[in-house]
């Protein structure tokens, strides 16, 4: 998509282009006049917006140094809004019913600051909050205090959750058990008799639709969560037995995360409905339909079945659901419908943002005119291979190359030719690559082997952040985010490159990057000036990132900054969180700091007492030491 043609000025369009902003960002990502990104947290229509760069030199202005994680609260909100507002237009044009819950799943995005602004905002729609843990359940009950919200418990229970739970429920909570092995509901009956709570109980099921994307196995029968068929009616024969169908309230499923292809939510639903309408057969009182998370983000503003991506907008999944909930039940009356939607709610709010440090890329050296003295026949041959390269010999030729280069090797390895000529070769080697590369471009079919040359030619650049703590998702299951400059928007981005990061784990680095089509290999970026800073933006990143990331190489977590807009384009920077020290780092790893530095100081003069330092270069060495124990852990100027 780069213009070649130089008589054609580059434009911010041409950027919008490039990058896909406007596919992926939901009308809360755009390109400014001044060709930096803006967030419009709102939305598109909304009003306000702020330049990230605007951002950026406030941050700097207080001494917060990159990589830095910005929350805009704002878009928490409009996500909140947008589900809850088409859930209810959906149920007014279908006439349904029943009523809409909203519930957040606290693991995939355990910030306090998250879970306190979705429990204060929601609060006008009754948004509730789902728990997987004691912790979070602990969590969620602390910040719950609208009574008509839904607290949902999944996940193993033991004795103590159980009683927390029913403690919940004493104090008022809509607070759910959901059974999700056989073996919890003796224990729940127990405890409830014990506490004298009526319990509120729901039975996850394992469907048999199963759905695409990388979560599959949540759902369908291999899931390890969830009741089978037989579970399931054993768990009402307990309940009738002990007198209890009337706690039995809520079914529940979870297909899985991420589910691109609205075919698979409506066959589930489908399915979900019959087993729904048994229970009420059965006897239960039921009233509760909690279908779950699922509901996927564009990350790559395709709108297509691609993992990445998804094939439906909200306003066809609100509808999609509640027109075959409808049609599926009949007579039953209509249930109270609850989705625990986790990523759609949290990915759009945070925006990762680091600067290059450095860049690596292939210099053209150019190829002696005249081959030295006594040089080696091999390279002497390959430099006339390369000589004859044109667009019709390419296949024979690189081949050709590729034997001498490895000719070449073996020489080298064996003694035979001198490190001077095994570097020449090399020389030789890459030049011909780049003129492939080149000639490449006139085909319109790429052979395969040449399928990824833009990859061995692009450009490396440096960034300062760790993808293990930041996007732990990148490098576990190649999941794609959009990644662009957020600003020199009105330049055109000359180079090809793949991204890396800190770590020195060669893991550490991105290489496929989103595309309307399939996946990128590389990424478009401006020429790097070392005078100047260079900022990119990993967009959509709220999902599951920021627990599941690691202390690879001790890098730590990167600062935090909550923003909120006014209604006058002004910002204020609420809930500002230092990011890890090195101090801190090595605390988590059992390290004692105090130990640290006085093992270090004990070296010190251990290399005074041998004349290896002077005493007042020891002073300086700690000095350095202990502000380098209280430093950030990223690289800092
Ligand atoms: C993880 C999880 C969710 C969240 O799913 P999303 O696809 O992120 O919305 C919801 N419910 C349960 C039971 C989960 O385990």
Redesign the pocket.
């Known amino acids: 998509m780069i213009k070649n043609n130089s008589f054609e000025r580059w434009s911010i369009e041409d950027s919008i282009d490039v990058y896909g902003i406007q596919n992926w960002g939901a009308g809360y990502f755009d390109v400014s006049e001044k060709g930096e990104v803006v967030v419009t947290p709102m939305g598109k229509n909304g009003g306000t917006r702020i330049s990230l760069m605007d951002i950026i030199s406030g941050l700097s202005a207080r001494g917060m140094h990159m990589p830095v994680l910005l929350r805009f609260e704002n878009i928490l909100d409009s996500q909140i809004t947008l589900l809850h507002e088409n859930f209810r237009n959906a149920i007014k044009e279908f006439d349904y019913k029943g009523d809409y819950k909203g519930v957040y ?1 606290i ?2 995005n355990q910030q306090q600051q998250i879970i306190e602004e979705i429990t204060r905002f929601g609060a006008q729609y009754h948004h509730g909050l ?1 728990a ?1 843990s004691k912790a979070e359940l602990i969590a969620a009950i602390s910040f719950i205090k609208d009574l008509d919200a839904c607290l949902i418990c ?1 996940g193993y229970k033991d004795e103590e959750y159980v009683d927390l739970g029913l403690y919940a429920r004493k104090m008022g909570y809509q607070c759910f058990f959901v059974i999700e092995r056989p073996g919890e509901l003796p224990l729940i009956i127990e405890r409830a008799a014990k506490l004298k709570v009526k319990p509120l109980i729901g039975v996850r099921v394992k469907l048999s639709t199963s759905a695409g994307g990388h979560w599959s196995e949540s759902g369908g029968d291999r899931s390890v969560f969830g009741l089978n068929m037989t579970q399931l009616v054993n768990v009402v024969d307990t309940l009738r037995k002990n007198n209890m169908l009337d706690c039995l309230k809520l079914l529940h499923y ?1 297909l899985g ?2 589910i691109p292809n609205i075919r698979d939510i409506r066959a589930s639903v489908v399915e979900a409905c019959r087993i729904y309408s048994g229970l009420v057969e059965e006897g239960a009182a039921m009233g509760f339909f909690n279908l ?4 996927a983000v564009d990350y790559d503003g395709s709108q297509t079945n691609f993992t990445s991506s998804r094939n439906y907008t909200l306003e066809e999944y609100c509808r999609d659901i509640i027109e075959v909930i409808k049609a599926s039940l009949g007579d039953i009356p209509h249930p109270t419908i609850i989705t ?5 709610t949290v990915a759009y709010c945070s925006v990762l943002l680091f600067n290059i440090l450095d860049v690596s890329f292939f210099e053209t050296i150019s190829l002696p005119d005249k081959m030295p003295k006594n040089t080696h026949e091999h390279i002497v041959n390959m430099m006339d291979v390369v000589k004859s390269l044109n667009s019709k010999n390419l296949q024979e030729c690189y081949h050709d190359a590729v034997y001498y280069r490895d000719e070449i090797r073996q020489l080298f390895k064996h003694g035979n030719i001198s490190l001077r000529e095994r570097a020449l070769a090399e020389t030789i080697f890459w030049n011909f690559v780049k003129n492939i590369a080149k000639e490449i471009k006139k085909y319109k079919y790429v052979p395969d082997e040449f399928e990824k040359i833009d990859v061995s030619l692009a450009d490396i650049y440096y960034c300062n952040f760790s993808v293990f703590q930041s996007l732990p998702d990148t490098w576990a299951i190649d999941h794609l985010f959009p990644i662009m400059p957020v600003h020199r928007l009105g330049e055109a981005p000359s180079r090809q490159a793949i991204l890396s990061d800190i770590t020195c784990d060669c893991d550490g680095k991105i290489s496929r990057f989103i595309d309307l089509h399939d996946v990128k290999n590389t990424l478009p970026l401006h020429e790097f000036n070392p005078e100047k800073e260079y900022y990119l933006g990993v967009f959509l990143v709220g ?1 599951y990132q920021e627990t599941l990331g690691d202390l690879h190489n001790l890098l730590g977590d990167t600062n935090v900054i909550g923003i909120r807009l006014g209604d006058n384009g002004d910002y204020k920077f609420v809930g500002e969180i230092k990011g890890d020290s090195v101090e801190d780092v090595l605390s988590y790893v059992e390290y004692d700091t105090d130990d640290i530095i006085s093992r270090i100081r004990a070296m010190a003069e251990d290399a005074i007492q041998h004349g290896r330092i002077l005493v007042e270069e020891r002073r300086e060495i700690m000095e350095a030491f202990e502000a380098g124990i209280r430093g950030y852990t990223y690289f800092e100027k």
Do not use: D, T, Y
């Open positions: 799943p693991k995939v789902e997987g999944n979870h995360s991420q779950g998370g699922g509901l625990e939607s986790g990523r759609a999902a």
